[in-house]
């Protein structure tokens, strides 16, 4: 019971790695705001009953959007203590050159990705402040520090985050925010698993660039962002987490 009492709102809990954590969440205590761009009512129905979730359609490049899910955490369950940036586009982007990428769907992809975080942030931090104390915990990617090619619009949203984070922790250090991110590998989620540019042989090739030979899933996952955002991590700000079975070392 790592996070009794305390409120949560997961971006992109509709499913995957999102609807993962809420499920841990509430079994360590908390209870969780279920934020999806799709309709998450049925998928919180299956989480818990209506005094430990709240569902709520988000979409977090939308400003007005993101305001009102803040509003609905705060008039449901009085304060917000954690907002974990999970929302993305990720699973449904083909691998393709960068020259080949439309300039809408590297618009989409920076203002669901990049934008998104900035806009919940700034959404919660108000209430966080005060209540002198919260946790952000924001999603990047080992593509970052590899340097992926053939999706260059995802990278280079991640790795905004990655600069996000660092910034941001310095910035709300004095208000007694923590700001840190998870760094996840390739995760076999639903939608990744049917993304018809993920070949079995790509697949095979993920899991042998790994010290851990295996595939990772989001139950891989959602122990470190309990701990990262729990009272066990009250001196850590700042830091990028790598959860990928050993892909990348930095």
């Not at 509709?14 to 969780?32: D, N, P, S």
């Not at 907002?83 to 809408?104: G, M, R």
């Amino acid at each position: 019971m790592r996070l009794k009492d305390k409120v949560a709102i997961i971006t992109g809990a509709g499913g995957g790695v999102g609807l993962a954590m809420a499920i841990r969440y509430v079994a360590e205590g908390a209870k969780v705001v279920i934020a999806d761009i799709n309709d998450p009512q049925a998928v919180a129905a299956t989480v818990a009953g209506e005094d430990r979730v709240l569902p709520i359609i988000t979409d977090v490049a939308d400003e007005n959007s993101v305001a009102r899910m803040a509003d609905a955490a705060l008039e449901r369950f009085g304060r917000i203590d954690i907002l974990v940036n999970n929302a993305a586009i990720s699973s449904t982007l083909p691998l393709q050159p960068f020259d080949k990428i439309k300039v809408a769907d590297w618009r989409r992809v920076m203002d669901v990705n990049a934008m998104g975080t900035f806009l919940c942030s700034r959404a919660v931090v108000g209430q966080m402040r005060k209540q002198k104390s919260g946790r952000i915990l924001n999603f990047i990617s080992g593509t970052v520090y590899r340097g992926s090619p053939f999706n260059l619009h995802y990278v280079s949203s991640k790795g905004a985050i990655l600069s996000l984070t660092r910034a941001l922790a310095n910035e709300l250090g004095g208000d007694n925010i923590l700001v840190n991110a998870i760094s996840p590998g390739f995760t076999l989620t639903k939608g990744m698993a049917e993304n018809p540019s993920y070949s079995p042989e790509f697949l095979k090739m993920i899991v042998a660039s790994r010290a851990l030979k295996r595939e990772e899933y989001a139950a891989d996952i959602v122990g470190t962002a309990v701990f990262l955002v729990s009272e066990d991590a009250n001196f850590i700000t700042g830091q990028i987490v790598s959860v990928d079975g050993g892909a990348t070392f930095h």
